[in-house]
């Protein structure tokens, strides 16, 4: 195909908002379009190109395997785009490196040291932004991300491995003779509503608690078992400086739950050397998790 038959990039894009959000609606809301226009550049596209590319299903509609094969080559050359205009913005703005970390562990153990980074460059700065699971680098504007790696990754993205996630019980001291005596109530997050029921096949000679409260994120979890309101089941990586000051006990020990954290990266082009120093300071950061 020649590049003057290439179709309209504005159809293009509304065509692969529908395959990747799924529904007309969804991709027009993301667009900022109407239903209608949104529909009408996929016909467009699909008579530009006498290709059948979506089929009704239901009361929406579904791609055919043409269509299937376009959606996924549209999205990658988008995503290209996209993420290299980034990088060109980056690279003649000067902005700061974005970090983007699980809210958890940004506010509970990368903040505090945060610091540490800063004082070695002080010349490169860095926004951070909090956020869990996938993301998308470009759209998101972020150059580095940390996240507990449970969930589909990008094939294109490079990922450093940080360190396996460590799981275990975390209470105040003046706690520990009621919590032996299984007189305690279990904290948990919602983000890991089976946390406990996980914890105690692993631990089946443990105390049970006698109820179970749940919080939205690990960061109110971990602040509400220092405040003595119940037994947290916590990753280490979270309580691990209220250990350290005597806060908190884990008279239990911590055990890997199989998870890791990673490092992320686009992966479409190298890192500046700021970005790089970051990573490397992470990486570095994280060690002292492993010991």
């Given at each position: 195909?020649?590049?003057?038959?290439?179709?309209?990039l504005?159809?293009?894009?509304?065509?692969?908002?529908?395959?990747?959000?799924?529904?007309?609606?969804?991709?027009?809301?993301?667009l900022?379009?109407?239903?209608?226009?949104?529909?009408?550049?996929?016909?467009?596209?699909?008579?530009?190109?006498?290709?059948?590319?979506?089929?009704?299903?239901?009361?929406?509609?579904?791609?055919?395997?043409?269509?299937?094969?376009l959606?996924?080559a549209?999205g990658?050359?988008?995503?290209?785009?996209?993420?290299?205009?980034?990088?060109?913005?980056?690279?003649?703005?000067?902005?700061?490196?974005?970090?983007?970390?699980e809210?958890?562990?940004?506010?509970?153990?990368?903040?505090?040291?945060?610091?540490?980074?800063?004082?070695?460059?002080?010349?490169?700065?860095?926004?951070?932004?909090?956020?869990?699971?996938?993301?998308?680098?470009?759209?998101?504007?972020?150059?580095?991300?940390?996240?507990r790696?449970?969930?589909?990754?990008?094939?294109?993205?490079?990922?450093?491995?940080?360190?396996?996630?460590?799981?275990?019980?975390?209470?105040?001291?003046?706690?520990?003779?009621?919590?032996?005596?299984?007189?305690?109530?279990?904290?948990?997050?919602k983000?890991?509503?089976?946390?406990?029921?996980?914890?105690?096949?692993?631990?089946?000679?443990?105390?049970?608690p006698?109820?179970?409260?749940?919080?939205?994120h690990?960061f109110?979890?971990?602040?509400?078992?220092?405040?003595?309101?119940?037994?947290?089941?916590?990753?280490?990586?979270?309580?691990?400086?209220?250990?350290?000051?005597?806060?908190?006990?884990?008279?239990l020990?911590?055990?890997e739950?199989?998870?890791?954290?990673?490092?992320?990266?686009?992966?479409?082009?190298e890192?500046?050397?700021?970005?790089?120093?970051?990573?490397?300071?992470?990486?570095?950061?994280f060690?002292?998790?492993?010991?």
């Open positions: 195909m020649k590049r003057s038959e290439i179709p309209s504005d159809d293009l894009r509304a065509f692969e908002a529908v395959a990747r959000l799924g529904s007309v609606r969804a991709a027009a809301d993301e900022a379009l109407t239903h209608g226009a949104v529909s009408r550049r996929i016909t467009k596209l699909s008579r530009d190109l006498d290709i059948p590319l979506v089929t009704p299903e239901g009361r929406g509609i579904a791609m055919t395997p043409e269509g299937a094969l959606s996924e549209a990658k050359a988008l995503a290209l785009i996209s993420e290299t205009l980034t990088s060109i913005r980056l690279k003649e703005t000067h902005a700061p490196i974005v970090l983007s970390c809210r958890s562990v940004a506010m509970r153990w990368l903040i505090p040291r945060l610091s540490q980074f800063q004082e070695a460059h002080p010349g490169i700065p860095v926004h951070l932004s909090v956020g869990g699971g996938t993301l998308n680098f470009a759209r998101d504007g972020v150059t580095l991300a940390v996240r790696l449970d969930f589909p990754v990008d094939p294109d993205w490079r990922i450093i491995p940080l360190v396996g996630e460590k799981i275990g019980v975390v209470m105040v001291p003046e706690m520990l003779d009621a919590f032996q005596a299984g007189n305690f109530i279990g904290l948990g997050s983000t890991r509503p089976d946390a406990w029921s996980a914890w105690l096949d692993q631990n089946p000679e443990a105390p049970k006698s109820e179970i409260r749940l919080f939205d690990h109110l979890l971990a602040e509400a078992a220092a405040s003595g309101l119940g037994v947290a089941v916590c990753p280490h990586i979270v309580v691990c400086d209220d250990l350290e000051r005597g806060r908190l006990i884990a008279p020990g911590f055990v739950d199989g998870s890791t954290y990673g490092l992320i990266d686009p992966g479409r082009s890192l500046s050397e700021a970005a790089r120093s970051l990573a490397h300071w992470i990486g570095d950061a060690a002292s998790l492993r010991s």
